[in-house]
C-alpha cells in the first residue's frame, strides 16, 4: 500500500474543516448535518469520518486551528516592539486586513459557536481555550507595556486584556447585524481608546469620584 504523505493529510483534514465553516455559518450548527459536510467537501462519508467521527470534533479542530492563526497575528504584532506600533498592527491584522467574504462568514461561525457555548461544554471549553490563547497573548502585550510606563501599571493587565477581547467580540457582532459597518473607522476608535487620544474635555469631578469608587 501507497504511503499517505502528511501534506495531503493535513490538506484533505483542511478541506473538510473549510467545508463545516460554510456549512455551519450558512445554515448554523444544529441544522448541518455531517452529510451536509461531506456534500460540501466533495468527499464520502468514509473519507470524512477518517479524520472526525462529529460535528463537536470538527468544532474542537476549528479551534485549534484559529489558535495557531491568532498565535501568528500576536507574534507578529508584537514584533513591532513599541507599545503605539503593536497596538496599531494588533488593529490592523485583527480588524482592517480581513478577505471581506472569509471575514462575513467568520463573523457568522464565531457568533454561532457563541450561542452553541451554554448548550454544549464541548462546544464551552473549545471557546474558552480559543480566547484564553488570544488573551494570554494579549496579557504579554499588557503587561510589556505597563513595565515600559505606557500603559497604567495600576490597571489589572488581564482586565484590560479582556476589554480588548471584549470590543473584538462586539465588533463581530455589530458586523454580522450590519455588514456596512466602517471597520477602519472602528478600529480608528479602537485605537483613541487605547492611545489616550479619546477624551479631549476636562475630567470632572463624578469621574473622579467614580474611579476612586472603583479602586478599593
Same mark, same amino acid.
Given at each position: 500500500m501507497p504511503k499517505v504523505l502528511p501534506?495531503?493529510?493535513?490538506?484533505?483534514?483542511?478541506?473538510?474543516?473549510?467545508?463545516? =465553516? =460554510?456549512?455551519?455559518?450558512?445554515?448554523?450548527?444544529?441544522q448541518t448535518t455531517m452529510q451536509d459536510i461531506c456534500g460540501e467537501a466533495e468527499l464520502s462519508p468514509g473519507a470524512v469520518y477518517r479524520y472526525f467521527r462529529s460535528k463537536e470534533e470538527i468544532i474542537e479542530a476549528m479551534g485549534q486551528h484559529r489558535q495557531r492563526e491568532n498565535a501568528e497575528r500576536l507574534e507578529q504584532a508584537m514584533a513591532k516592539g513599541k507599545t503605539a506600533e503593536v497596538f496599531d498592527e494588533l488593529l490592523r491584522v485583527f480588524f482592517v486586513d480581513r478577505v471581506e467574504e472569509e471575514f462575513s462568514a467568520y463573523c457568522a461561525l464565531t457568533i454561532e459557536f457563541m450561542s452553541e457555548a451554554p448548550r454544549s461544554p464541548r462546544i464551552r471549553e473549545s471557546l474558552r481555550q480559543t480566547n484564553k490563547a488570544v488573551r494570554d497573548g494579549l496579557l504579554e502585550v499588557v503587561r510589556q507595556s505597563q513595565e515600559r510606563g505606557d500603559i497604567d501599571a495600576t490597571l489589572d493587565p488581564e482586565a484590560v486584556a479582556r476589554v480588548m477581547v471584549a470590543l473584538y467580540h462586539g465588533f463581530i457582532t455589530q458586523r454580522l447585524i450590519d455588514p456596512d459597518v466602517d471597520v477602519r473607522s472602528y478600529a480608528r476608535a479602537a485605537g483613541a481608546l487605547f492611545g489616550g487620544t479619546f477624551w479631549r474635555g476636562e475630567t470632572p469631578a463624578s469621574r473622579t469620584n467614580a474611579q476612586a469608587v472603583l479602586q478599593h
Amino acid at each position: 500500500m501507497p504511503k499517505v504523505l502528511p501534506e495531503y493529510l493535513e490538506l484533505r483534514r483542511q478541506q473538510i474543516l473549510d467545508a463545516a =465553516a =460554510a456549512c455551519f455559518a450558512r445554515r448554523g450548527f444544529h441544522q448541518t448535518t455531517m452529510q451536509d459536510i461531506c456534500g460540501e467537501a466533495e468527499l464520502s462519508p468514509g473519507a470524512v469520518y477518517r479524520y472526525f467521527r462529529s460535528k463537536e470534533e470538527i468544532i474542537e479542530a476549528m479551534g485549534q486551528h484559529r489558535q495557531r492563526e491568532n498565535a501568528e497575528r500576536l507574534e507578529q504584532a508584537m514584533a513591532k516592539g513599541k507599545t503605539a506600533e503593536v497596538f496599531d498592527e494588533l488593529l490592523r491584522v485583527f480588524f482592517v486586513d480581513r478577505v471581506e467574504e472569509e471575514f462575513s462568514a467568520y463573523c457568522a461561525l464565531t457568533i454561532e459557536f457563541m450561542s452553541e457555548a451554554p448548550r454544549s461544554p464541548r462546544i464551552r471549553e473549545s471557546l474558552r481555550q480559543t480566547n484564553k490563547a488570544v488573551r494570554d497573548g494579549l496579557l504579554e502585550v499588557v503587561r510589556q507595556s505597563q513595565e515600559r510606563g505606557d500603559i497604567d501599571a495600576t490597571l489589572d493587565p488581564e482586565a484590560v486584556a479582556r476589554v480588548m477581547v471584549a470590543l473584538y467580540h462586539g465588533f463581530i457582532t455589530q458586523r454580522l447585524i450590519d455588514p456596512d459597518v466602517d471597520v477602519r473607522s472602528y478600529a480608528r476608535a479602537a485605537g483613541a481608546l487605547f492611545g489616550g487620544t479619546f477624551w479631549r474635555g476636562e475630567t470632572p469631578a463624578s469621574r473622579t469620584n467614580a474611579q476612586a469608587v472603583l479602586q478599593h
